[in-house]
């Protein structure tokens, strides 16, 4: 058996040639989303950081990647601070710690210890999932090794279950939840032209499950319409009275239309939409992974407020997918909300990780993080004691 070996890919250039072995190793680990794949991290460097030097330490033994690290560098603190971080932000998750089910505990060992050793600026990681099994891996032989860190919680996230046996879960629902769903829905259905929409790619389309429910065929050319029309009710809510619907952010439309034609390709997402007629009252876009959704966008048009149309969409949502066996969890990534608090499941708590490499820049850097924490965390407990 060959010995354990660590390359570091210095940019996206260098790394192309080996995409294949990239997207094996991330459907090898931890369930991840499927735009934590080669193709959505290219498009996520060129929409977001076309200039940014991109460092990937990997670990292999023969031709099988074992474990990987993408890293972005730029800058934060106003252009002062020069960190490395997941290729990842509010708009996406494109890029993530990459580690093998299957690997020993040297492959990681030797990715702690690279990354440790390299000549990389200030670790800054926000959003992990400490509890996952390769985050626990990699904090542990860090604490190991000597790898200076700090792990600060940012915030909650819901991960809500799908039911098996949707009738028997409905139940067992709180008096006031069931009774407010029961409501929304026979109004919802007096509506002229109610329906739910659930566009799929058409290897993964399953029939519809509700009188009210349309399954339709999601195609690369029907993206950018359909997608249109969820981010057009989105734009009606406040966001877009705020500039920050996806229709009003600069370059956000073309990304995530790129984004969703190449993961429609793969039967990696889909579109679920709640209508009335012509208008969308509410949508989810998700992605499809093996046995876990992932929302990556909500939104809702607030001329159908009155009838809770988020509420009403996860409702529709979870029959369906206690019905096809599409997926057992919703992941929802995002901080948790009113919307994503009321269904079964669990929570979990991502964090920010801050770690520095064995020189003096970045464990000066780091010191002075964590005084400013500790400040910030005292000033705090003595205005709550006023």
Same mark, same amino acid.
């Given at each position: ?7 570091? +890919?210095?940019?996206? =250039? ?13 459907? @090898? ?8 794949? +080669? ?17 990937? !330490? ?25 960190? $490395? ?17 299957? @690997? ?7 990715? !702690? =210890? ?9 670790? %800054? ?9 390769? %985050? ?8 190991? !090794? ?8 940012? +915030? ?11 009738? /028997?879960?409905?139940?067992? %629902? ?55 029309? $969820? ?5 009606? #809510? ?28 793969? $039967? ?10 012509? /208008? !969308? ?17 909500? &939104?809702?048009?607030? /001329?159908? #407020?009155?009838?809770?149309? &988020? ?60 005084? %400013? ?14």
């Amino acid at each position: 058996m060959a010995d354990i070996a660590v390359q570091i +890919f210095r940019s996206l =250039g260098e790394l192309t040639p080996y995409a294949a072995r990239y997207d094996a190793l991330a459907a @090898a680990g931890d369930p991840l989303p499927p735009t934590v794949r +080669f193709e959505p991290l290219a498009d996520f460097l060129h929409a977001f950081a076309p200039k940014a030097k991109l460092t990937t !330490v990997v670990v292999s033994r023969d031709e099988r990647w074992l474990a990987a690290l993408p890293l972005v560098h730029g800058r934060i603190a106003r252009g002062l601070l020069p960190v $490395a971080r997941l290729p990842s932000n509010d708009w996406t998750h494109c890029g993530d710690l990459l580690l093998d089910q299957a @690997a020993e505990p040297e492959a990681l060992a030797a990715l !702690v =210890g690279q990354v440790r050793r390299a000549k990389l600026p200030l670790l %800054w990681f926000n959003g992990i999932d400490h509890a996952a099994p390769r %985050w626990t891996q990699f904090l542990a032989e860090g604490a190991r !090794v000597g790898l200076a860190r700090n792990l600060a919680p940012q +915030f909650e996230v819901a991960r809500i279950t799908v039911p098996r046996d949707f009738v /028997a879960v409905r139940a067992a %629902w709180s008096r006031n939840l069931r009774q407010k769903l029961n409501k929304l829905d026979r109004k919802s259905r007096e509506l002229p032209g109610f329906r739910y929409e659930v566009w799929a790619a058409p290897d993964d389309l399953r029939e519809a499950t509700d009188p009210m429910e349309i399954a339709r065929p999601l195609t690369r050319e029907e993206v950018a319409p359909q997608l249109g029309r $969820a981010f057009t009710a989105e734009d009606r #809510s406040w966001k877009g009275a705020a500039g920050t619907s996806v229709l009003r952010a600069p370059g956000i439309w073309e990304f995530h239309r790129r984004q969703a034609e190449s993961l429609t390709v793969r $039967a990696a997402l889909q579109l679920h939409l709640l209508c009335v007629g012509d /208008a !969308v009252m509410s949508f989810a876009l998700m992605l499809r992974g093996p046995r876990v959704m992932y929302p990556v966008k909500i &939104g809702y048009d607030e /001329a159908f #407020s009155q009838h809770s149309p &988020g509420l009403l969409l996860f409702f529709h949502m979870l029959r369906r997918l206690a019905a096809t066996g599409e997926a057992e969890t919703i992941d929802c990534m995002g901080p948790i909300s009113d919307l994503t608090s009321r269904w079964p499941g669990e929570r979990y708590t991502v964090s920010r990780l801050v770690a520095a490499p064995r020189r003096i820049l970045p464990r000066m850097t780091l010191a002075l993080y964590r005084g %400013w924490r500790r400040l910030k965390i005292t000033r705090g407990s003595n205005a709550a004691q006023h």
